[in-house]
């Protein structure tokens, strides 16, 4: 299953409302998770299951969708959301990853 | 608090071998599947592998790229992982990234270690 990202990178300012979606090639329910990871890091879980978020992310974070198509959504950007983010489905193998989005800060 | 903490990269040379270990705490290690990614320099995330736990006959799945080629294998006892590479090429260059698994409908990675960095070049 090819999980596609869109857009590839952005740039918001401080407050804004970003959206990244992921296009799967196939239906895969609600089975997929949207990582952040910023440099040098390991990634970060936000939200599983296409909609829950991950116990201490931030609500500003909030994810959508279900079967081909999903969303991330970050409510408010705020400085510390620069990073690539990046959807995985895990409906079935192999596992795949989106080829991630980068968001900087304006 | 949950850690993993992943070792065993380097340099080896194409065709050469290498074993990683991912050593777990905080959490019951036997109660989780784990799994495996890599991230080539500079690139996005590829998933290698899945180990599932006991109650599920430790069975494994691995993407194509790797498949024959490396071996994810789990010693309980030591709340320990691993990812045996053999064969291995200049494209499985990548740091590689130890994660626990839940497996089922909120499957999902989480969390992940570190990582390790592999060179594979002559």
């Known amino acids: 299953i090819q999980l596609t990202q869109s857009p590839s990178s952005l740039s918001a300012s401080v407050g804004d409302r970003v959206t990244i979606t992921c296009r799967a090639s196939q239906g895969i329910n609600s089975y997929l998770a949207w990582y952040q990871q910023k440099p040098g890091k390991a990634p970060k879980l936000l939200i599983y299951a296409a909609s829950t978020l991950q116990s201490g992310v931030p609500s500003r974070f909030s994810g959508s969708g279900s079967g081909t198509d999903f969303t991330l959504t970050i409510s408010s950007l705020q400085p510390e959301d620069s990073a690539t983010y990046c959807c995985?489905?895990?409906?079935?193998?192999?596992?795949?990853f989106g080829g991630g989005t980068k968001v900087e800060i304006k | 608090e949950v850690h993993l903490v992943e070792s065993g990269g380097g340099l080896v040379q194409p065709g050469g071998s290498l074993r990683l270990s991912c050593a777990a705490s905080?959490?019951?290690?036997?109660?989780?599947?784990m799994d495996w990614v890599r991230q080539p320099p500079g690139k996005g995330l590829e998933w290698v592998g899945r180990i599932r736990k006991k109650a599920d006959s430790y069975t494994t799945e691995y993407a194509a790229s790797v498949k024959g080629r490396v071996t994810i294998s789990r010693d309980d006892s030591k709340n320990s992982l691993y990812l045996q590479m053999d064969g291995l090429k200049t494209e499985d260059t990548a740091v590689y990234y130890c994660?626990?698994?839940?497996?089922?409908?909120?499957?999902?990675?989480?969390?992940w270690g570190q990582g390790t960095l592999v060179i594979v070049s002559s």
């Open positions: 995985q489905q895990l409906k079935s193998y192999p596992l795949t």
């Open positions: 994660a626990r698994s839940s497996g089922g409908t909120g499957d999902c990675l989480d969390p």
């Open positions: 905080g959490f019951s290690f036997s109660d989780y599947y």
